[in-house]
């Protein structure tokens, strides 16, 4: 990582798999933001950078970096351990923490008191640019996809039939629609499109208030 790096990731601004953060601030901000990361595609936080792009700097490398380390180690289960560089740019130091996509998701964030507590508030993934909770059914799909998740067995009935006709028309679903479409229960039904989520047959979309589902090809 090097001056021209910072240069490319300033010009692209922040995005689904990069964030600007003005200085190392509470470690429960930190650790959000690494869980959300390592639950999706990875990515890379700037720390000493302002939201519209200006660098600022860190004034500490050491402590700050010792607190982002902290924050990957302490607040987040499994824990977290992003790489961590310091880049000069123009005079001034930014710290680069880079996250990969992990394969021990999900990673869920723990307070103060050592506890995860409600694993749906617990669990956070990239949208866009933002860092926000996972919906009960992204977090069952991020768990299915650990190595230690059983094999996916699909068995297209009915239901699914009358789901993919439904999607031919309407191009989108929801987990209530989908329950009140073939008459089964909204747990029921959010089991199948899961399923089928895995099997790459449905895409999911987290970027709105209710999350929906849409074929995956055409």
Not at 38 to 63: M, P, Q, Y
Not at 130 to 155: F, H, M, N, Q, Y
Not at 158 to 173: A, C, G, S, V
């Amino acid at each position: 990582m090097n001056y021209r790096d910072v240069q490319d990731m300033l010009d692209e601004g922040e995005g689904f798999q990069l964030e600007f953060k003005r200085k190392v601030t509470s470690p429960e901000k930190i650790a959000r933001a690494l869980i959300g990361f390592a639950n999706t595609k990875g990515g890379t936080i700037l720390f000493g950078v302002n939201d519209d792009r200006t660098v600022i700097g860190v004034e500490s490398e050491k402590s700050e970096i010792d607190l982002v380390r902290t924050s990957g180690s302490f607040y987040c289960d499994p824990p977290i351990e992003p790489e961590i560089e310091i880049v000069s740019y123009k005079g001034k130091d930014v710290i680069v923490a880079q996250v990969h996509e992990s394969s021990q998701k999900p990673h869920m964030f723990v307070g103060e008191n050592g506890e995860t507590g409600d694993e749906e508030s617990r669990v956070f993934i990239r949208v866009n640019d933002k860092t926000v909770v996972a919906s009960k059914e992204v977090v069952r799909i991020l768990r299915a996809e650990s190595p230690d998740s059983p094999p996916l067995r699909l068995t297209i009935g009915e239901n699914e039939r009358r789901l993919f006709d439904f999607l031919e028309e309407k191009e989108r679903i929801t987990v209530k629609e989908f329950g009140r479409l073939v008459n089964i229960s909204n747990r029921r039904a959010s089991r199948t499109l899961i399923q089928l989520v895995r099997a790459g047959v449905l895409r999911i979309h987290t970027h709105e208030k209710e999350d929906f589902y849409t074929k995956a090809f055409d």
